[in-house]
């Protein structure tokens, strides 16, 4: 596609409730990033992918939150029983995956409210 | 890991005066610098960057410097303008491939007219 797209764009859930969070990126990006922003916060790193694989998950901040990524294209970010410290915007974004790293094409986010 | 720093937190200025926002990092193995800007509502943009073989890089009215002895840059805007207004990140990579960008809690930069 033209950019990076998210959904839903918004999402109120009640505590202990599952939520899944969808990325496609940009056609031919082989790498993806989730970040969380609190709201008035900067951008918290919680995974990447390369390809399928996630070399780096060091972001995660709980075994509650999991990512999959399948075709090398669209990504699925999981938060099991969530909670009230879940709620924040979630980005994602994508890069071309070749050379260093570059410029970062963000989608819009997904505002995530969990009551 | 990295640690990126960056002040102020918020940024008031009139139209047509410039804007300096600061940030410092940690990991002296960081070596790629980019700056994003974020509008009410989107996701962040990049608006300029800077690779460490460089100490200063300038694109029209905005222009960052980068001390690596100091491990601090800094993104500096000249005859700021209302449609600046926004958040403004930094962040920091040690630029190999695919390693995630750390960025700075951002600066919320307004320009009154």
């Known amino acids: 596609g033209a950019g990076v797209s998210q959904s839903p764009s918004n999402k109120v859930t009640e505590k202990g409730k599952d939520v899944e969070l969808r990325c496609d990126p940009i056609?031919?990006?082989?790498?993806l990033y989730w970040y969380r922003q609190r709201l008035g916060q900067g951008l918290e790193f919680l995974i990447y992918?390369?390809?399928?694989?996630?070399?780096?998950k060091s972001g995660l901040p709980s075994d509650r939150f999991s990512a999959e990524r399948t075709g090398e294209s669209v990504s699925t970010l999981t938060i099991q029983r969530t909670q009230q410290e879940d709620s924040a915007v979630y980005l994602c974004?994508?890069?071309?995956?070749?050379?260093?790293?570059?410029?970062?094409?963000f989608g819009e986010g997904s505002r995530l409210t969990v009551l | 890991g990295e640690n990126v720093e960056q002040h102020p937190s918020t940024l008031s200025v009139q139209e047509g005066d410039s804007a300096v926002i600061k940030c410092t990092y940690s990991d002296s193995a960081s070596n790629y610098f980019p700056w994003y800007k974020q509008e009410l509502g989107k996701g962040p943009q990049l608006i300029i960057d800077i690779r460490s073989n460089v100490g200063e890089k300038k694109d029209q009215r905005i222009a960052v410097t980068l001390n690596k002895t100091a491990k601090h840059f800094s993104l500096h805007i000249t005859e700021t303008q209302p449609e600046d207004s926004a958040v403004y990140f930094c962040a920091a990579s040690d630029n190999q491939a695919g390693t995630a960008l750390i960025f700075g809690k951002g600066t919320t930069l307004s320009v009154s007219s």
């Open positions: 974004a994508s890069f071309t995956g070749l050379g260093n790293t570059g410029e970062l094409f």
């Open positions: 992918f390369q390809g399928n694989s996630a070399p780096d």
């Open positions: 056609s031919g990006h082989t790498a």
